[in-house]
């Protein structure tokens, strides 16, 4: 899975999400930015993303993931 199907996949399951993915080896750094995530806390921003890659991560396409959940004021 290549860091653009990954990006593709946040932006498309988060509502109003602009994701930055890079890759390294089977290790996934991201970073996502929505309004989604305004109101909750750093887990619940995690279990949002972990749910729409909790497939590929089950299957062991993705075995690591380092990841920032920030809304927009948080970005800036």
Do not use: R
Request: charge should be negative; glycine fraction near 6%.
């Amino acid at each position: 899975m290549q860091a653009n199907d990954i990006k593709a996949l946040l932006e498309t399951e988060i509502a109003g999400a602009q994701a930055q993915v890079s890759i390294d080896g089977s290790h996934v750094n991201i970073v996502v930015i929505s309004d989604v995530f305004e109101g909750l806390n750093a887990v619940k921003k995690q279990q949002l993303v972990y749910k729409v890659l909790s497939e590929h991560i089950a299957s062991g396409v993705i075995h690591a993931v380092n990841m920032q959940t920030l809304t927009p004021s948080e970005a800036s």
